[in-house]
């Protein structure tokens, strides 16, 4: 037999040498795992207290959404109350050019102008409702109390010439801020 190469020479004289019975070897049980004793064991104060960690998030999250929900909403009421404004300008458009003047009023409530007798003519007085409490006019004071704050509306003669050729209307917003509505001051000079 001819000599085989150093490693597989060994490694057949020592199968020679040794009986090995491969089925024995293949037949031999897996040992059996035990089970894990050393598991690592949470406390009951730690499982409390990180559920209650998520259920503060939870409420934060939910905070937030809420808060934001009716800052929209306000919005959403003061946009409507600037297109109510819109009318209330175009109604004093359309009674400039019947009268050659605005309404003359004595106070500074916007009510008062909707409620005036020639302004009806061109302002149903019914349609003045704050978009807080759409079914109730708005108060006589012109001041309404909403979830978001205080609105007023106010109206104001401006006067040229001893003539009422201009107003200016003010809205405090729910949301903040205030909005201003002045007409343009009338020219009657010749060139």
Same mark, same amino acid.
Not at 108 to 130: H, Q
Not at 167 to 191: D, H, Q
């Given at each position: 037999?001819?000599?085989?190469?150093?490693?597989?020479?060994?490694?057949?004289?020592?199968?020679?040498?040794?009986?090995?019975n491969f089925q024995d070897?293949?037949?031999?049980?897996?040992?059996?795992?035990?089970?894990?004793?050393?598991?690592?064991?949470?406390?009951?104060?730690?499982?409390?207290?990180?559920?209650?960690?998520?259920?503060?998030?939870? =409420?934060?999250? =939910?905070?937030?959404?809420?808060?934001?929900?009716?800052?929209?909403?306000?919005?959403?009421?003061?946009?409507?109350?600037?297109?109510?404004?819109?009318?209330?300008?175009?109604?004093? =458009?359309?009674?400039?050019?019947?009268?050659?003047?605005?309404?003359k009023i004595a106070n500074?409530?916007?009510?008062?102008?909707?409620?005036?007798?020639?302004?009806?003519?061109?302002?149903?007085?019914?349609?003045?409702?704050?978009p807080c409490f759409p079914?109730?006019?708005?108060?006589?004071?012109?001041?309404?109390?909403?979830?978001?704050?205080?609105?007023?509306?106010?109206?104001?003669?401006?006067?040229?010439?001893?003539?009422?050729? =201009?107003?200016?209307?003010?809205?405090?917003?729910?949301?903040?801020?205030?909005?201003?509505?002045?007409?343009?001051?009338?020219?009657?000079?010749?060139?």
């Open positions: 037999m001819p000599a085989a190469s150093g490693g597989a020479d060994k490694l057949m004289i020592a199968m020679k040498n040794k009986k090995i070897s293949t037949a031999k049980e897996a040992p059996k795992l035990e089970k894990d004793t050393a598991r690592s064991k949470t406390s009951p104060l730690s499982v409390i207290i990180e559920v209650l960690l998520i259920l503060c998030c939870l =409420g934060v999250i =939910g905070w937030a959404a809420f808060l934001a929900k009716d800052a929209q909403k306000a919005k959403n009421r003061d946009n409507q109350r600037l297109a109510m404004i819109k009318e209330i300008q175009n109604a004093l =458009g359309e009674y400039y050019q019947d009268y050659g003047t605005y309404p500074t409530f916007l009510t008062a102008l909707v409620t005036d007798s020639k302004m009806r003519l061109y302002y149903d007085p019914d349609k003045f409702r704050d079914e109730q006019k708005v108060p006589n004071l012109s001041i309404v109390e909403c979830k978001g704050g205080t609105v007023y509306y106010s109206y104001i003669n401006l006067n040229y010439d001893h003539n009422i050729e =201009g107003y200016k209307i003010v809205v405090t917003l729910e949301s903040g801020g205030k909005k201003e509505f002045i007409s343009k001051p009338i020219s009657n000079s010749t060139p």
